[in-house]
Nanobody
């Protein structure tokens, strides 16, 4: 059973930057689509960014131009680089992995990001 582990969440001032990480042991990025989701208090979980097994990325309109998803194959780690953070970005951030053939799905426990002055 693969367990993804998110880290890097923190309290950040508006306009600041932060990078959150997702360690994905046993995951071969060439066989998995990876994604970041977030869930704010009282709101539904929403897709933030995703990257295909071939490295094509796309973003929610609300974060386009501010967030970047990337991956380090050697370290089997997924990243979400967040710039110009806003209070509305406050949420728990979760990564997930989905096998491109079997659609088997793995997730993590999340990391908390708070944007506040």
């Amino acid at each position: 059973q693969v367990q993804l582990v998110e880290s890097g969440g923190d309290l950040v001032q508006p306009g600041g930057s932060l990078r959150v990480s997702c360690l994905a042991p046993g995951i071969s990025f060439s066989m998995y689509a990876m994604a970041w989701y977030r869930q704010a208090p009282g709101r539904q979980r929403e897709l933030v960014a995703r990257i295909t097994s071939q490295g094509v990325s796309n973003y929610a309109d609300s974060v386009k131009g501010r967030f970047t998803i990337s991956r380090d194959t050697a370290k089997t780690t997924l990243f979400l680089h967040m710039n110009n953070l806003k209070p509305v970005d406050t949420a728990d951030y979760y990564c997930n992995a989905r096998h491109i053939i079997t659609f088997k799905y793995y997730g993590g426990q999340g990391t908390q990001v708070t944007v506040s002055s």
